[in-house]
């Protein structure tokens, strides 16, 4: 199985640092990211949007084979995540990631669609390493 890396190298201490981060694959690239980025309206991202991303692409694609695994062949599945971070004694943690889904699967009924997605959240990996509440709502049309 790979092994994917990432880098960040941060120049600078505290609010006043700038960061930059860079994936293997390229998708990001010096991409900066701060105290502004994640706390503020600049320019770049940051650690809790990069969960989000990675929580709703993984969960995305553990569902798309769950329920090809159950015979579906057609569909189309939108996740958004909303990775939420909040004090947590003198530093910060992440607390929840919340996934919404809005789905369309031909012939599949409202149960065993609730079903197959429950067990696609508990089981796609990024849910698995992450150590907060996760919750899923979904809308099956």
Partial sequence: MPTRKASARYEGLGKPGKGHISSQ???LAETPYGFGTRFGDE???NPE???AAAHASCF??????????EGYAD????????VTLD?????????RSDLT?????????ADTFA????GAKKNCPISKVLNCEITLTHELT
């Fill in 87 to 95: 004090k947590d004694g003198d530093g910060f943690k992440v607390t």
């Fill in 25 to 27: 694959s390229g998708v």
């Fill in 115 to 118: 079903e197959i997605a429950a």
């Fill in 75 to 82: 569909g189309t599945l939108e996740t958004e995540a909303a």
């Fill in 101 to 109: 889904l809005k789905a369309s699967v031909p012939g599949i009924d």
């Fill in 43 to 45: 320019k770049g991202t």
């Fill in 49 to 51: 949007e990069l969960i």
């Fill in 60 to 69: 995305t694609m553990a569902l798309s084979f769950a329920l090809a695994g």
